[in-house]
C-alpha cells in the first residue's frame, strides 16, 4: 500500500521561507504525477505545484516566481520550496500522488503565515 510522509510546514512571517518535502512508500506503478495541493480556510482544495514523471512542472499562478517544486523520484520524492510568503498563502498543504489506476493523498501539514 502507498503511504505519503510529508514534513515541514510551521508558523511563519510574511515574506518569510519554508520547505515541504513528501516522500512516498510502497509499490507504485504507472506513476503520472506528484505535487502538493492546498486547503485554506473556507475554499476548496486547490493544486498549487504538481509534477510530472517528466520533469515538467506545472504551478497555481498566485504561487509563480515564489514557490519552487523539485523531484527525486528515484526516492520517490518531492519538495516544495515557498518563499515570500503571504497571509493568503495559510492554509493545509496535502501531498498527493497520481498514478494510471490510484490517487493518494499526504495527512496535510499546516501553514500558517501571520506576523
Known amino acids: 500500500q502507498v503511504q505519503l510522509l510529508e514534513s515541514g510546514g510551521g508558523l511563519v512571517q510574511p515574506g518569510g521561507s519554508l520547505r515541504l518535502s513528501c516522500a512516498a512508500s510502497?509499490?507504485?506503478?504507472?506513476?503520472?504525477?506528484m505535487g502538493w495541493y492546498r486547503q485554506s480556510p473556507g475554499k476548496e482544495r486547490e493544486s498549487i505545484a504538481i509534477?510530472?514523471?517528466?520533469?515538467?512542472?506545472t504551478y497555481h499562478t498566485a504561487v509563480k516566481g515564489r514557490f519552487t517544486i523539485t523531484d527525486d523520484f528515484a526516492k520517490n520524492s518531492v519538495s516544495l520550496q515557498m518563499n515570500d510568503l503571504k497571509p493568503d498563502d495559510t492554509g493545509v498543504y496535502y501531498c498527493?500522488?497520481?498514478?494510471?489506476?490510484?490517487?493518494?493523498w499526504g495527512q496535510g501539514t499546516q501553514v500558517t503565515v501571520s506576523s
Open positions: 509534477i510530472t514523471k517528466g520533469g515538467t512542472p
Open positions: 510502497g509499490s507504485i506503478f504507472s506513476f503520472v504525477y
Open positions: 498527493h500522488l497520481l498514478t494510471d489506476h490510484s490517487a493518494y
